[in-house]
Every structure is written in structure tokens, then in C-alpha cells.
């Protein structure tokens, strides 16, 4: 079954065209990141206005892009409906509207949220994961997170999600957006937290600056990173030196990572899940990723000494983290169920389950 998926949640214009859920035929992303760098963040009618001039012309390319496939060959489409920036969404719902009518294709409405996760089903461009890798295992704890969401799942199969916990105030990646415009860094903070963060010297540093790591010892799978923003404010009241600047940097990635690990971990443990999945933009984080292979290392060694299965980590390219339509396609192919276009309505304060 070959998919035209369709996303504009954000401030990114994307189509992508996937076969059977997992291979990318192409996948086309128009992003107006540059203009939202000039205010330090998404202004929407910008981000909306951009989308409308974009969607047709990055359809166009994504069906151009995916070698032999012409709307003929095009089995349904899928579009994103919510969470998301209500005009941003429009563009992309109405779009689909439009060429579901015409084409007379069936549609698919999409939970973006839900989505993100299904990255992990697909076969990335770049080879970091191929088809002869398998695929995830349910149960599985699925974490989503990014500059709107922070939210930890249990997913007993398919379709099948339980929300175990999410952020009671600002999500992980809007810490990140905060905390790097706070330290002058610019806009997107995780991105720019990151590359200061590797000017800190660790192995000669004589002092560290210790941020709190919120929730991450409270018995329960909520997140909390308002009080995470406020202390790095505190920190950043003096004038910053080049060195403070990039230890502020260090110690907030290693303070935000340390909790989405720890939390992500305990949940497998008590959920005894076969796999970890790890999504959304923030899951492009090196130093995430590379926490969690370390942590799971040890996790896992435990797990066979007691005789209980270890567990598998997966995490999409850096490509399929952030928001593109591949993972749109993947999880209208795995979850299809389409509904007739006239009743599709965008749902912008959708939650992920």
C-alpha cells in the first residue's frame, strides 16, 4: 500500500510518500525556520501564511520524488489534524480535503502526537536503521517529546496507547527554546544548547554549576520543567562570561536528558515492556540518545542476570525526529482507518491518547 502523507502541525510544510508503513518513497520538507529565528520563536500567522504559499509545491515534489509513483499508483492519503497551530493545521487538513475529493482517494486523520512514535517502523534514508533490523516489539514505552509535548506511553500494541504521564508546565523542548534565549543562544534552543554545551572543557573544569533535575525521584511518570527555566534565569542574572555561557549549557542538556531517562527507564521496568521507543524532535539530542544506549547498557545486563528479558532501544534518524509526513504515511498504514473527507475537522488541543 503506497501512502501520501500530509503535515503542517508547526511552522514545517511536509509530504512524504511511504510504501507498506516502513519504506520512504520521498519525503519533502519546506520549513520556515529562518523567519521565526529573526523573534526567537513561532509567530503562527507567519508560520500559516508560509504553508499556504508551500503546500501544493512540496506535494508536487514529494510525488515527483518518489520514483514511478503517480497519483494512480497513490493508495489514500493521510494528514495531520492535531495537536498543532490551528491555521498551520488548516492548510494541511483542507489541502487533503481537497485532493481526497478529487483523486477519490479514502483519507486518513492522523494524531501527530501518536504519529511521532511510528518514525521507529521506518527504514531512514540515511541507513542508520535497515529492514533486516526488525521492528519494535510491543509491549513497548513509548516517549514523546518536544518543543510542545513531553508525554510517556505504554503501547500494548497497535493502536493500543495508555498515557502514563506527560509535563504539568512547560515541555522539554520549550526548556530547551527558554533556557538557550535566556543565555543569548538563539532560536531553536536545542540545537543551540547542544553546540555550546561541547565548548564546556569537563575533563579541566574546576567547578560546575548544579541545576535541579525536577520529578526525577517522585514515584510517578509526570515531568515538570518550569522550575528547571527559573533556575537557569537565576544563573544567568550576572553578565555570562564565555565559559559560564557554556557550562549554563552543559548543565541544562544534562539536567533535562537525566530526568527523560531516568523517568523513561522506571517505566519500562515496572511495565516489563520488550521495547523503548523515543520520538519527537528532542529525540534528535545526541546527548539523549546516547544517555539512554548507555543507561540501557546497564539496565539490560541487569535484566539477564535475573532472567528477564533486556530491553530494546529505538530511536528514529535525526531526520524522521523532527516533524516531517514519513512518520504521518507509516502510522496511517499501521492504524487505517479512514473516514469519509466531508466529516475530517482539525483538532488542535488533541492529546496523544
Known sequence: MIILGIETSCDETAAAVVENGTKILSNVVASSVELHQKTGGIIPEIAAREQIKCIIPVINEAIKQSSNITIN??????VTIGPGLIGSLLVGVETAKSLAYTWKKPIIPINHLQAHLYANWLTAVDGRRKAEDGLPEFPAVGL????????LVLMKGRGKIKWLGGTRDDAAGECFDKAARVLSLGYPGGPAIATEATKFPI????FLIKLPRPMIDDNNFDFSFSGLKTAVLRQAQDK?????????AFEI???ITDVLVAKTIRAAQKYQVKSILLAGGVAA????RDKFNSQLLQSNKLCLSILHSPFQFWCPSPKLCTDNAAYIAACAYFNYQPVPWEKIKVEPGLRIC
Open 253 to 255: 542538556q544534562e539536567a
Open 285 to 288: 539530542n545526541k546527548r539523549l
Open 240 to 248: 555570562l562570561s564565555k565559559k559560564k555561557r557554556a557550562i549554563l
Open 73 to 78: 499508483n497513490i493508495d489514500a492519503l493521510a
Open 144 to 151: 514523546v517529546v518536544s518543543g510542545g509535548h513531553t508525554d
Open 203 to 206: 575533563p579541566n573544569s574546576q
